[in-house]
């Protein structure tokens, strides 16, 4: 790890810099990175806090005496303004997905230790971004599998996922479940049925919605008030990843092993299919900058991250980096952020 954690409060005692490249790639004007952790452990996941110009990022460390082989994770906390690492945080479980609650200062980090088969149940790990401390662990749902939080009323939701996340499996005895968690809980209550065979799914904070992606092709709607589903869309294809173009109101579905993506117009159901770059990796990861109307898809197997046209469908540019893992982007300044080998590459744009 090149992340320092030596200070009593999980601040690194000193910043990681940054190192200037040259060029830029699919239309981006030029580039630094920065350096996060082992170039071998990355964790592929990141999340930017576009109101205080943070991004949050970790890094799996190996497996320490007395954990019985598992290995842990350290958050890396990164001030954008000067581009360095500013705090560690080391985590309990390497987590499955992150999330940021900016206006309450809240990050949260949902694991699932036992791994696909073993079906254990899962944890949130909440930490206060201001203070840079762990302030809760609560206890989920089994193989909790991503976290959502809403922007309006605070409140974290977390899918867990038992089997058809990773297998696709519509012949699960155990279908998808929920848990909420309340603004300023320290405890869940008990997860309830969520969707039919979720695999992924995204906030509408502007109408109280929740987008779910399923196994069974089909979009599921649900009423967050109630957790009730209110309509569903069927769509031709499985989908695993989906991504919510708040400015256009329209979803985007994919699936590593399809080589395209669903359209899904929230407001009309209208559903249309574009093709994917040619790119069938099991870690490929999407973004959404809903005002420039662009999705970024990366191929980690390609080293590349392809620029889409969300308007069009057309693929407008290809962003050259080493197994990017996870990907970011600020809605304000539209620069992007592509975590993998060790650094983030900020690629203005």
């Not at 012949?171 to 309340?182: K, W």
């Not at 405890?187 to 309830?192: E, H």
């Not at 502007?206 to 209110?230: E, G, N, S």
């Not at 999705?295 to 969300?310: K, N, S």
Request: aromatic share 6%; with cysteine.
């Amino acid at each position: 790890m090149s992340t320092a954690c030596g200070s009593a409060d999980g601040e690194s005692a000193t910043g990681t810099g940054v190192s200037a490249t040259t060029g830029g790639a699919g239309g981006s004007v030029g580039r630094t990175t920065i350096s996060i952790g082992d170039a071998e452990r990355g964790s592929g996941l990141m999340v930017l806090d576009s109101r205080t110009r943070t991004l949050y990022a970790v890094d799996s460390v190996p497996a320490q005496t007395g954990t019985g082989g598992r290995e842990n994770a350290v958050l890396s906390i990164v001030d954008l303004a000067t581009e360095t690492v500013i705090a560690s945080i080391p985590l309990p479980a390497v987590p499955r997905d992150i999330a940021v609650d900016s206006a309450a200062h809240t990050l949260y980090a949902v694991s699932s230790p036992g791994g696909y088969e073993q079906l254990e149940s899962g944890t949130v790990t909440v930490v206060d971004t201001n203070a840079k401390t762990i302030t809760a662990t609560i206890p989920t749902g089994k193989n909790s599998w991503q976290v959502e939080v809403d922007e309006n009323t605070h409140t974290a939701y977390v899918l867990n996922c038992v089997r058809n996340c990773l297998a696709m499996d519509v012949s699960s005895e155990e279908p998808s479940t929920l848990t909420v968690i309340a603004p300023g809980d320290v405890a869940a209550g008990t997860p309830v049925p969520f969707g039919d065979y979720a695999s992924g799914f995204v906030l509408d904070a502007d109408r109280q919605r929740a987008y779910v992606a399923t196994a069974a092709k089909r979009i599921d709607v649900i009423d967050l008030a109630t957790l009730a589903k209110v309509a569903e869309t069927p769509v031709p294809h499985w989908a695993s990843d989906i991504s919510f173009d708040r400015a256009g109101r329209t979803l985007f579905t994919g699936y590593w092993r399809w080589k395209e993506l669903d359209l899904i117009e929230v407001d009309t159901s209208a559903v249309r299919s574009i093709d994917r770059p040619g790119c069938t990796d099991p870690s490929m990861v999407q973004t959404m900058d809903s005002s420039a109307h662009t999705l970024y898809a990366t191929c980690p197997a390609a080293d590349t991250v392809a620029v889409i046209d969300t308007r069009t469908g057309a693929v407008t540019g290809t962003v050259n980096i080493r197994s990017p893992e996870a990907v970011a982007v600020d809605p304000d300044t539209h620069t992007l952020y592509v975590y993998g080998a060790g650094e983030v590459s900020v690629i203005s744009r």
